[in-house]
Structures are given as structure tokens and as C-alpha cells.
């Protein structure tokens, strides 16, 4: 079982709706959580960091469940530029990341 | 812009050659880590540095690989005796910017092993 499972879609949506996407993971030790964007061909860029106490960047809202163990990403009014995978990532103290394979959203006009 | 630079960009190489890849960032960083992406996953950690100390090693470093940050700035990753399983996309990042935690990648070096 791959310690982090993200639906690898695509989520296709068209432009200006809401899409959620989560993750679960199966290490409890995980510490710090984390959603990166890749666009095609590019290195990942960190988007948001997650805490427990859910966080909110424009038009990004990020959750955590420490108890469930899942993060989610939150996109509202979904513009094309958008258009990336989705990956879910996690620090469990070991200093490395952990990443998800990633959930590609295309959103469509 | 994360300010680290990876050269070169792209590498084809016949099976059975030795590939050497460069990380630099633009100021120094303690932590640098390196990790190798396949197409359809994400990325997967390989080794990490604290300035010039190599404090970790993934399982997938088989011994084929190593990696060197002799001054605690730029690193260098060398495969040996490539194989077509090495065909991926290696990145570098660096972390302790906006946090304990959170790391930045360069752009990566996208290898092909004919």
C-alpha cells in the first residue's frame, strides 16, 4: 500500500466551478502536509501548507484530518490557468518528502 | 523563480554510460535533497544533504549512484553504468526558507537512457 493515495482523475470541470480533491495517508507520524502543483513537464511548486486548523489562500482552502488521516484542496471558481496535477505531500520527520502520485485537474471553457 | 539552477536540462545517454548532474542554488542553503520523478508518479526522495553532510540515503540508491556537496552549496549527482530503468526526471530542491519544513524545486534534468 502506497502511503499516500490521491485519485489520479483527471477532474475535468469547467471554468468557474468547485472542485475538492483529497488524500489519504497511512503514516500517523506524518508532521507537516502539504499540496504542490506540477504543470506538465515542470518541477513541482509548493502551493499551500495544511494544519489542523484548515487554511485558506484566495481561492484555495486546504483541510487536514488528523484522525481520518486525509488532507484535502479546495478550488473555487476554477480558472484554466488551474490546469495542473495535484500533489499531495507529506513530512514525517525524516526531513524527506513524501508525495502522492498526484491528481491531474483540467478545467475546460 | 526558486533560485536554483540544474544542469543540464536534458540528457540522453546510451545504456551502460556514467551521467553526472549539477544542482546550484543562488545563495546557500543548509538542506538539499534530491529526488527522482518517473512519468505518472510523483516525485520519490533519493538522498539529502545538511551543508556538506550526506545525512540520508534512500533505498533506491543502489550503489550505481552518489551524490557530493563538497562545499555545502552545489551538488552533484552521478549515475553510473546507466541503465533504462534510470530514464526519469531528477530534481534538486532545497529547504528553510518559509520553514522548517517545506522544500523548493529546481527545474530538473530529464534523463534518457537509450
Known amino acids: 500500500r502506497k502511503e499516500v493515495e490521491q485519485d489520479p482523475g483527471p477532474f475535468n470541470v469547467p471554468e468557474g466551478a468547485t472542485?475538492?480533491?483529497n488524500c489519504t495517508y497511512s503514516n500517523s507520524a506524518s508532521q507537516s502536509f502539504f499540496?504542490?502543483?506540477?504543470?506538465?513537464?515542470?518541477?513541482?511548486?509548493?502551493?499551500m501548507s495544511v494544519y489542523s486548523s484548515g487554511n485558506e489562500d484566495g481561492r484555495f482552502t486546504a483541510q487536514l484530518n488528523r484522525a481520518s488521516q486525509y488532507i484535502s484542496l479546495l478550488i473555487r471558481d476554477s480558472k484554466l490557468s488551474d490546469s495542473a496535477t495535484y500533489l499531495c505531500v507529506m513530512d514525517t520527520g525524516r526531513r524527506a518528502l513524501t508525495f502522492g502520485s498526484g491528481t491531474r485537474l483540467q478545467v475546460q471553457p | 523563480d526558486t533560485g536554483v539552477s540544474q544542469d543540464p536540462r536534458h540528457k540522453i545517454t546510451k545504456r551502460g554510460q556514467n551521467v553526472t548532474f549539477r544542482c546550484?542554488?543562488?545563495?546557500?542553503?543548509?538542506?538539499?535533497?534530491?529526488?527522482?520523478?518517473t512519468l505518472g508518479q510523483g516525485p520519490e526522495f533519493l538522498t539529502y544533504f545538511q551543508n556538506e553532510a550526506q545525512l540520508e540515503k534512500s533505498r533506491l540508491l543502489s550503489d550505481r549512484f552518489s551524490a557530493e556537496r563538497p562545499k555545502g552549496s552545489f551538488s552533484t549527482l552521478e549515475i553510473q553504468r546507466?541503465?533504462?530503468?534510470d530514464s526519469a526526471m531528477y530534481l534538486c530542491a532545497?529547504?528553510?526558507?518559509?520553514?522548517?519544513?517545506?522544500?523548493?524545486f529546481?527545474?530538473?534534468?530529464?534523463?534518457t537512457v537509450l
Do not use: M
Not at chain 2, 27 to 37: A, D, K, T, V
Not at chain 2, 82 to 85: H, I, L, V
Not at chain 2, 106 to 111: A, Q
Open chain 1, 19 to 21: 472542485v475538492a480533491f
Open chain 2, 82 to 85: 546507466t541503465e533504462q530503468g
Open chain 1, 35 to 47: 499540496w504542490y502543483r506540477q504543470d506538465c513537464r515542470k518541477e513541482p511548486k509548493l502551493l
Open chain 2, 94 to 104: 532545497f529547504g528553510g526558507l518559509a520553514g522548517v519544513d517545506t522544500q523548493y
Open chain 2, 106 to 111: 529546481g527545474p530538473g534534468t530529464r534523463l
Open chain 2, 24 to 37: 546550484d542554488p543562488i545563495s546557500e542553503h543548509n538542506r538539499l535533497y534530491w529526488y527522482r520523478q
